[in-house]
């Protein structure tokens, strides 16, 4: 999996800067605990940590190769290639020789021989910096539905880049601004493509390849979702769907160290799992070894909510039972999600705060950090929900109808919100509405044109391609630091582009067929899943509810408001924050019901920890 990072100065003598370069490349260290590297050019500075899992004893970097003239290629990559076998073999075919068996060396090689058109041969989860010394220019690529993060920030003469914001801010040329547009961000629930939060700082979008050069910068997009007539029935279709899971769970479990799966008991993961599972007892492989997280005592005292309509540790055990497989149920204690070292870690991880989902940040790292101690691969069910339409939102009227984004509408939007204890003149000079009006018009102008679609599946693609391209990123970005902070990298099958491209062109009349959310998911795994994980309904990542969890919150901060020297106070409406802390607690605590404190808690704590400059 790896972090990298990089710095292209055409002004200046890069071997110089030694000292820097490896500063920006120790901040990556979680993300690579088993290994460093750092290569200087007169122009080009790449640093790379590594988490071995394809070649161990081979494919360190940055790696360098010869191009025909003679110049230098280097290359810093991040990620997995799950077709680089069949790269590796037609590159042979070529005379290309390998001195490693990783997937690094064909990327590089497939750059030499390909030039930027290898981006169209990739399959996986990637993000990569190639510097060709002798065109004196870097390209900066990412893999299409951006499941591996990279962010540059271009400078005079060239360019900073890193798998994190912290990699660039090791740089004394990037600034640690924060303008209303970057606070925006933070606050609202939008995600926008390309925003990095920090002033001058850029995402490189999914699917997208930056060009740098002395004459610039330039980005351009190589990948995109299309509109495409789907001509397949309902059971050519299901049938294609299943085709397709099981050739991708199959590439994506091609490890040389431990792999397992993360288990919710949910249908997405537990599809997963089952794929997985005969994956490996077709090839003779032990039984598939998975993980689930909850809390301790949950099980028992569990109690219904809006969303969490039944605990996950019945159909945990239901779907372990039928898969034969080797489970580890890890509880966690709600005391340590309030952990002073383990959210100073969550922050070290995001770099901005995690102000949504609250408790779920610290306890995902938390879980992750206990898988860590078994495995270093897990297979994971990301982007089932966004791609087949697992969302109430995708099934309630009201929010499909909306103009906005449809998890922003009543029902939803509670989960996202949390601004209540902000200074009212801040939000009116912020102006979030008309923020987010405009980031769903964007988004909106964005969607693909079928000709001769009828307005409703019209609407359909337009939500889906919202959640394909702006909610799933925020799904993405937690998984990545979280899974990076302790060294465990999570493969996401859903977002392999084959199956992207097909499901999204899929009317959704089809993939609501029997009038269930991910009819068409549920059906093309339906032989492989015992019937109550099969039918049950979707449930969310367990959030703890316990009291005293929001307790401590509430005592936090009444700290914070205390400390006249806590930068988040100036943001405040401190009379409304004070009401807030003294607030009883009641005997359950819903994670909707914690939403302002955790955003105040954790974005002071970001202001604090950064030396942030806010220019509102």
Known sequence: MCGITGWIDFGKDLTRERATAQAMTDTMACRGPDAEGLWLGAHAALGHRRLAVIDPAGGAQPMIAAADDGSTVAITFSGEIYNFRELRAELVAYGH?????????????????????????????????????????????????????LYYHPTAHGVLFGSEPKAVLANPLMP?????????????MVKTPGEAVFAGLREVRPGELVRVTRAGT??????????????????????????????????????????????????????????????????????????????????AAFEPDAVRVSPDAPFIREMVRHVAGEHTEILLDSDELSSPSVRAAVLAATDLPPVYWGDM??????FFQRVRRHCTVALSGESADELFGGYRWFHRPAAVNADTFPWLTSGSSRYFGGTSLLDPRLLEKLDLPGYRRARY??????????????????????????????????????????????????????????LVEYVFNVPWAMKSFDGREKSLLRAAVRDLLPKPVLERVKTPYPATQDPGYELLLRRELAEVLADRDAPVRDLL????????????????????????????????????????????
């Open 97 to 149: 020789r390998f001195r490693t068996r990783c997937d690094t060396e064909v990327v590089l090689r497939g750059y030499l021989q390909w030039g930027t058109a290898l981006v169209d041969r990739l399959n996986g989860m990637y993000a990569f910096g190639v510097w060709d010394d002798g065109r004196g220019e870097l390209l900066l690529v990412r893999d299409r539905m951006g499941v591996k993060p």
């Open 176 to 188: 640690r601004r924060v303008t209303a547009t970057g606070l925006c961000e933070v606050l609202d």
């Open 218 to 299: 330039a980005a351009k997009r190589y990948w995109s979702l299309r509109a495409r007539e789907h001509t397949d029935g309902l059971p050519a279709t299901i049938a294609t769907v299943r085709e397709l899971l099981e050739d991708i769970v199959t590439r994506q479990m091609v490890s040389d160290v431990p792999l397992c799966g993360l288990l919710s008991g949910g249908l997405d993961s537990s599809a997963v799992t089952a794929l997985a599972a005969r994956s490996r007892a077709a090839s003779g492989g032990r039984p598939m070894r998975s993980f689930s997280v909850d809390f301790v005592g949950a099980d």
């Open 361 to 366: 940040w610290p306890s995902l790292y938390l």
């Open 441 to 498: 018009q964007e988004a909106l102008d964005e969607v693909p044109e079928l000709p001769g679609e009828d307005l409703g599946e019209r609407r359909m693609r337009e939500v889906t391609y919202l959640n394909l391209t702006r909610f799933v990123q925020t799904l993405l970005d937690r998984k990545d630091r979280m899974s990076m902070a302790t060294g465990l990298e999570v493969r996401v099958p859903f977002c392999d582009h084959r």
């Open 573 to 616: 409406d401190l009379d409304r924050a004070r009401t807030t802390a003294g607030r009883p607690v009641g005997a359950v605590s819903r994670p909707y019901d914690r939403g302002s404190l955790e955003l105040v808690l954790w974005l002071n704590a970001w202001l604090t920890s950064y030396g942030i400059t806010l220019e509102l």
